[in-house]
């Protein structure tokens, strides 16, 4: 179908969707001091960046590969990296957040943090009110078949777009009953009302799944 399109992120790249989630592959090798008034989600693939946040204190909080760190860019003076880090930040629009962003990670390297969601509303490490991501890693075909299978559904959301982002491995997913292969970096967007679902995989797999907006509720099963 025509409004399926596969992206690849590489760095410097830039994709601005018409919800107004926009993603971004950046290489920090110099001072970022610009920001939009929207909150920041960032994922550290490599290196290790320094965020110094625009607060009395002028505090410089360092951030290392794998962590997925939360915070409102409308508080952040400056970020930069000793070491020319490798980042996707998610800038994600502020409609519908009433939640007080303080700055908070995780590691993405925790068993705990793999097959989970991760961002989002509700009781999660990282709370958003209308963004939610899952962080997910399968070593092979059984843990697949074990843990995903069984509840991914061929299914659609009324009012958000979904979003898969390989990171390691690639994705077969079906959308409208076509057939759509994902290799690493790939960057696809589901509009809202499209049937989909996640079929196979080329393994070990690992990548990041978000939805913009995220309702709760929203799911609904195709038949």
């Known amino acids: ?50 965020i110094l946040k625009n607060d009395q204190e002028s505090e410089i909080l360092d951030f290392c590969s794998n962590q997925l760190v939360l915070v409102d860019l409308q508080h952040v003076q400056l970020i930069t990296s000793s070491n020319s880090a490798n980042i996707i930040l998610f800038s994600i629009p502020p409609t519908g957040n009433t939640l007080p962003y303080e700055l908070a990670s995780v590691n993405l390297a925790g068993k705990k943090y793999q097959n989970n969601w991760i ?10 009110n209308n963004f939610s991501l899952a962080h997910v890693r399968f070593e092979d075909q059984e843990e697949f078949a074990t ?7 061929y299914h659609h959301h009324v009012m958000g777009d979904e979003y898969y982002l390989v990171l390691e491995g690639g994705y ?11 290799d690493k970096f790939t960057l ?8 989909h679902k996640w079929e196979y995989a ?6 990041l799944n978000f939805r913009f907006p995220s309702i709760e509720g929203d799911k609904c099963e195709c038949h």
Do not use: W
């Open 202 to 207: 080329t393994f070990p797999v690992r990548g």
């Open 188 to 195: 696809v967007e589901i509009p809202k009302t499209i049937c």
């Open 119 to 128: 961002v989002g509303y509700g009781n999660l490490p990282l709370k958003v």
């Open 172 to 182: 077969r997913i079906r959308v409208d009953n076509q057939v759509y292969f994902l």
């Open 147 to 153: 843990k995903l299978l069984p509840r991914e559904v």
């Open 1 to 50: 179908m025509d409004n399926i399109k596969l992206r690849r992120l590489r760095p410097g790249s830039f994709f601005d969707f018409a919800s107004g989630l926009k993603v971004s592959h950046i290489i920090v090798d110099k001072e970022i001091s610009e920001f939009d008034q929207s909150i920041g989600l960032i994922f550290v693939i490599t290196g290790t960046i320094k």
